[in-house]
């Protein structure tokens, strides 16, 4: 189990925030085997588009058996924030880490591993934790471990925090993370009446993306782009989009080796879930596979300077997202609600009959529940030398987008897009230079300026 005294340490000493030291409460005893076991796979920056392709055995897995959310969302398409916020079920306003270096402001006892753990769950993380994440210490609430911080930094000999000891990983990431993967499953055999919950955080397709040996040269097929590629009149996009360019044949360069990268992912699927069928554990346990968040291939002619995320366009912002549980979950399915990160905690609570605790209210809607939303707050905050802060709300039918000063308060441009009419986000109705045509957004605004400070079941 968890130990308090290790990382509390570690964590002060890097200038986490002190409410991180709170007491434990007393271990709960096991829990029945009806309680699902519980397996997340995460990519890192898959975006949803046109990257299942290379995956037939995660299809085959995740969509075949089970069900597909085909409008899931990033609530804040960057990875920290993403990454805190399935941690926690909460927006980024509310759990507090805005950007890649805040990864310390993170109450730990908001996290659903925190939860399970104290349920009794055997608990493990294994790949990319958080960016900014002191490499000696020790991930919070799990009970083995192997841990690095920066996808686009791992590579052979990169050094691992593994079950506290750091050292050097000469095994390729995907293949490293599959291997502990199946020996924690091995591990957890012996104790059938004790449910587990297991994170797969992959560094693929992270740029730069490094195909292992057996698919450098896979063929993954033509690309020919799409209209937002080939947008040329970007007069009506905020400032930072209009100066922007890429080439085609960079983006397609970049495409080819994400999606190399991704089949090592489909190996880790394959040999994860052969695994839990050898050992009788696939009808029992609760499976997502998802992205932290989406990214873009020239679309809007973003792509440097981060640009590829952080933008509230739907390529950033929107997740591949699978969930499957068999005899609970529908096989075969594809739901269109609207659906985020944050839904993953409370799904994952609610399966395992647990609640979140009082002082932290979780904000997404259980996926395993009949509740919908009727819209979605999208959110980036201030990061320097990037792009600006925005805030945005996203239905079926639109996107509405402000933009605000380094105050994060002060409007600066906006955007709206009719997504039923222009689902490429070509013409900003709202910058287009024709009045005729300008929406009335005044109560979207003023909706949107109330979600950016919401909690628990107020919030979209």
Known sequence: MFHQPKWIAGVVATSAVACLAVPLREQAPAQPASRPNV????????????????????????????????????????????????????????????????AGLLDQESTVQRY??????????????????PIRTDPPYFDRWAVFPNSGLVSAGTDWNVNGAVRAVQTYSTDYIADQAVRFLGGSEGSDDQPWLMYLSTAAPHVPARPESDHAEAPVGYWSGNPAVFERDRRDKPPFVRDR???????????????????????????????LEKFDDKENTLAFFMSDNGFLWGEHGLYAQGS????????????????????????????????????????????????????????????????????????????????????????????????????????????????????????????????????DVARIAEQLDADRRCIGAACP
């Open 39 to 102: 397996l997340i796979i995460l990519t890192d920056d898959q975006r949803a588009s046109g990257t299942m392709s290379v995956m037939p055995e995660t299809r085959r897995v995740f969509k075949t058996n089970g069900t597909e959310f085909t409008h899931a969302f990033a609530t804040t398409p960057l990875c920290c924030p993403s990454r805190a916020s399935i941690f926690t079920g909460r927006y980024a306003h509310n759990h507090g880490v805005k950007n890649n270096e805040s």
């Open 308 to 439: 590829q995320k952080r933008s509230p366009y739907k390529p950033s912002v929107k997740l591949p997202l699978f969930m499957r549980w068999p005899a609970r979950v529908e096989a075969g399915a594809a739901r269109n609600r609207l659906a985020a990160n944050i839904d993953v905690a409370p799904t994952i609570l609610g399966a395992a009959g647990l609640q979140p605790d009082d002082a932290y209210p979780m904000d997404g809607i259980p996926l395993l529940g009949d509740r919908l939303r009727e819209r979605l707050l999208l959110e980036h905050y201030v990061d320097l030398g990037r792009i600006p802060e925005w805030a945005a709300t996203y239905t079926h039918e639109y996107e509405y987008i402000e933009y605000y000063g380094d105050d994060g308060s002060t409007l600066t441009f906006r955007e709206y897009y009719d997504l039923e009419s222009d689902p490429w986000q070509l013409d900003n109705l709202l910058f287009d230079r024709d009045p005729a045509n300008d929406p």
């Open 245 to 275: 360019s890429i080439t085609l044949e960079k983006v397609r360069m970049v495409r080819r080796n994400q999606l190399r990268s991704l089949m090592s992912v489909d190996d880790l699927v394959e040999h994860v879930f052969g695994t």
């Open 116 to 133: 399970l753990d104290h349920a009794g769950y055997r608990t493990a993380f294994f790949g990319k934790f958080f960016n900014s994440w």
